[in-house]
């Protein structure tokens, strides 16, 4: 026995000896996984975890962004474990995606192009080819059945893609005509309320706004970075956890201030407030901070500006609620000039009247 026992050592130590030739010193950090990343979870500097095949270490406080990340706050450590097998059920027999359903992580659905993907995070609905923070490319086996042809794009719009193209010539590849689609599930009463005229008005306004705000959809973020530091409003309870300088202005309507993060992050159930670089990493999400504010905020005024446009108070109504305290009531008249020509050009493509009540 103790001579089989020789041999086995004698044997164990020859094939460590030829791994050790052809594996690489970095290999050790492949020789175990740390805890798996969980969306819920709160990570702090130092704190390792494991996501697909590899293990990651936290630089800094973080909540929600799955590793590797996008804003830098994650370490890779190297591969651990060999790579993490597929979901069960790799065959092609997943549902379509619909957009405004919710999806928790893990779900795979079939999209429009006949393509799979898999949810990377908890979401409710968004375009795969758009918000790829929140879904990854997925390859399964198999033919999908015939009787479960790819879904059409469900998202309908009083603005077709070639006026929107035909509004923004010049616009950042980053605000897609598909985001702002995938943006509508949100809230689906805007540009749908009342009649044909008055879905083109709001849309048109809301758009003229859009305009104005960054330069014909150019900037994603606010130009002047030291405004940065100031839109942290420390006396809010819950405070600036994503840093003093990181709610500057971002998206279509320029969303910014930690509390217009918070908010609009809870309406949207999105992590806003610890990851707001989703506005300007994700155009369905940038769309949707947009259409919130539209939707939901009076900001300066007296109404939303969705109340504005389907009640017949008029644009300059939406003027006041984005940025009146500034421009109306004689503050900066030009500016005031710029939206009302943008507005007034707008309609003229979706070929409706401008209305009354046109400036603030």
């Known amino acids: 026995m103790s001579r089989l026992r020789a041999l086995a050592a004698l044997a164990a130590l020859t094939l460590t000896g030829a791994l050790l030739a052809v594996i690489p010193s970095t290999a050790a950090s492949a020789a175990a996984c740390a805890t798996p990343w969980q969306s819920a979870a709160v990570y702090t500097s130092g704190m390792q975890v494991s996501h697909n095949g590899r293990n990651y270490q936290a630089k800094w406080w973080t909540q929600s962004e799955a590793p590797p990340g996008n804003t830098g706050v994650w370490q890779d450590l190297g591969a651990c474990g060999g790579s993490t097998p597929p979901p069960s059920g790799s065959t092609c027999n997943h549902p379509n995606w619909i957009a405004g359903t919710w999806y928790p992580a893990g779900s795979i659905v079939r999209y429009t192009n006949g393509r799979y993907y898999i949810a990377e995070h908890d979401n409710p609905g968004y375009d795969p080819i758009i918000s790829t923070w929140y879904w990854d ?41 598909s985001g702002l689609i995938n943006a509508l599930s949100a809230y689906p009463a805007f540009a749908r309320t009342g009649g ?20 014909g959809l150019v900037h994603i973020v606010e130009q002047n970075t030291a405004n940065y530091p100031h839109y942290c409003d420390s006396g809010q309870s819950y405070g600036c956890p994503a840093g003093q300088a990181a709610y500057y202005g971002r998206g279509p309507i320029q969303l910014s201030w930690n509390f217009n993060y918070n908010a609009a992050g809870n309406a949207l159930g999105l992590p806003l407030l ?9 155009a369905a999400v940038a769309w949707k901070t947009a259409i919130w504010y539209w939707m939901t905020q009076n900001g300066p005024g007296t109404m939303t500006a969705h109340h504005a446009m389907v009640t017949g ?17 004689g503050g900066n008249p030009a500016q005031v000039q710029n939206r009302v020509t943008r507005y007034q050009q707008f309609v003229g493509i979706l070929g409706v009247p401008a209305g009354a009540n046109l400036y603030c």
């Open 137 to 177: 490319p997925y390859t399964c086996s198999g033919t999908p059945p015939t009787s479960s042809p790819p879904p059409t794009n469900p998202g309908a719009f009083v603005v077709s893609e070639a006026q929107f193209n035909q509004m923004f010539p010049g616009r950042n590849s980053f605000y897609t005509y």
């Open 274 to 282: 610890t990851n707001p670089w989703l506005v300007q990493n994700d």
């Open 196 to 215: 044909a005229t008055v879905q083109r008005q709001e849309a048109a306004a809301f758009l003229a706004n859009v305009y104005h705000e960054t330069g």
């Open 313 to 329: 108070a008029g644009f300059g109504q939406t003027i006041r609620s984005i940025n009146g305290s500034i421009e109306c009531n």
